[in-house]
């Protein structure tokens, strides 16, 4: 182990534990700026899976409104 990796270690022992979720923001803001990658993989949501398919029914909705207004049934 480096002699700065060693003296980091110390100053974040020393760092008090309300304040340590700044450091590691801090550290996560300069890996970013280094282009390294985040230590976690975010997970991400396919939004695709939540939308329903077309229906036939679905697809004339638009035109059973106005039916519905032009009759006066709404």
Same mark, same amino acid.
């Given at each position: 182990?480096?002699?700065?990796?060693?003296?980091?270690?110390? *100053?974040?022992?020393?760092?008090?534990?309300?304040?340590?979720?700044?450091?590691?923001?801090?550290?996560?803001?300069?890996?970013?700026?280094?282009?390294?990658?985040? *230590?976690?993989?975010?997970?991400?949501?396919?939004?695709?899976?939540?939308?329903?398919?077309?229906?036939?029914?679905?697809?004339?909705?638009?035109?059973?409104?106005?039916? *519905?207004?032009?009759?006066?049934?709404?």
């Amino acid at each position: 182990m480096t002699a700065a990796r060693q003296e980091a270690i110390r *100053m974040l022992e020393k760092v008090p534990e309300d304040k340590l979720g700044y450091v590691v923001q801090i550290i996560q803001g300069v890996n970013g700026l280094l282009g390294m990658p985040e *230590m976690e993989t975010k997970h991400e949501v396919d939004l695709e899976q939540f939308v329903m398919q077309a229906t036939e029914r679905g697809q004339d909705a638009d035109s059973y409104i106005r039916e *519905m207004r032009d009759n006066d049934r709404i």
